[in-house]
């Protein structure tokens, strides 16, 4: 019986997220197509690839608003079942308020997590291709500056720092690379190359000389036909800005930038706090849910619209104010913990206390 009605309640919730997550996609979507015409039309966009764009576009439309599709499917779920009064039955039949929201509350976990993993794992890769259509395609802007690097210098460790004059990332090969090691602040040796490939994983420098110098003296130097140096660490890809924001990255490739920025004394602050919101972010679909369910469940004397009002309008409070500490934490305003974690700590005591509140 228990089980019957969690299906029951499951199957009402996953029907309004369905028809919520397309009927709302598919309308940020026309909007942006309509926002973007004229780009297509000047640029002579093909069909073809307007679609595939907008395939990927999709994907950032479900990675940016899914807390809100939840938000809105629970909402209008719960409410249709008070409306019909089902609500009111369950508890007659000794269901608490807590036992009917356990199935919405478990699944909303999961979703969490669930969302956590696609915007890792599986969006990176497809939002990289549309920002590529989106960069070259449909604004023509010239591929170079982000393939054809040139002056690169970065820190392998204190004190150790290698500088490449020319790279193709697409190519993975350079010309004149130098290495620089330093010991009690002196250099005690130069690794020069005329030229640079990355190949198995390995950064592999051409036509070498190795100068190695004790107490400022050079010592014979070595010329060899090729050296591997084993401890850069960098991959060809965190060499070129990237398309897009340090958000959009996945979190590896997010971490490994971080890394690499605070060897070469960049300030991170910003790639830190969009670190922490990978984390954060995914947790507002439980949120709202847990918000939500107490307006939904007891419609009061204005009916369903006020209590789907209601209950929108603090979630969406929720998602303002999320915005607002992610940008004061970006500008270093608040502590970085405050910037990711206060709002969630913050709504989701709320969310418990709405809870106990509620009529059981």
Known sequence: MIR????????AFFRSLFVVTIAIGLTIIVINIVEELRDFIDHQVPIMTILEYYVYWGGWVLKSFFPMFVLIAVLFSVSMLARRNEILAMKASGLSLYRIALPFLTVAMLLSLGHFYYNEFLFPPANKRRLEIKEYTIEQRSRRKHTDISNVYQQIK????????RFNID??????????RTQNDRVNEIITG???????????????????FEDTVS???QVLDEYVLEDITDKPEDLSKPIGKPGDLGLEELTRRIAMMKRNGQPTIREEVDLGIKFAFPAATFIVVLLSIPFA?????GGIAVSISGGLLTSLAYFVLFRVTQSAGYNDKIPEFVAIWGVNSLFLLGGIIAM?????
């Open 4 to 11: 019957r009605l969690d299906s029951y309640l499951l199957k």
């Open 171 to 180: 190519r993975k090969e350079g010309k004149s690379i130098s290495v620089y």
């Open 297 to 301: 469940s007891a419609p009061g004397r």
């Open 158 to 165: 204190p004190g150790d720092f290698y500088h490449i004059s």
């Open 219 to 221: 010592v014979p130097h």
């Open 194 to 212: 005329k030229r640079v490939v990355y190949r198995n994983h390995k950064w592999v420098a051409l036509d070498v000389t190795i100068r190695r």
């Open 356 to 360: 106990l509140k509620a009529r059981k």
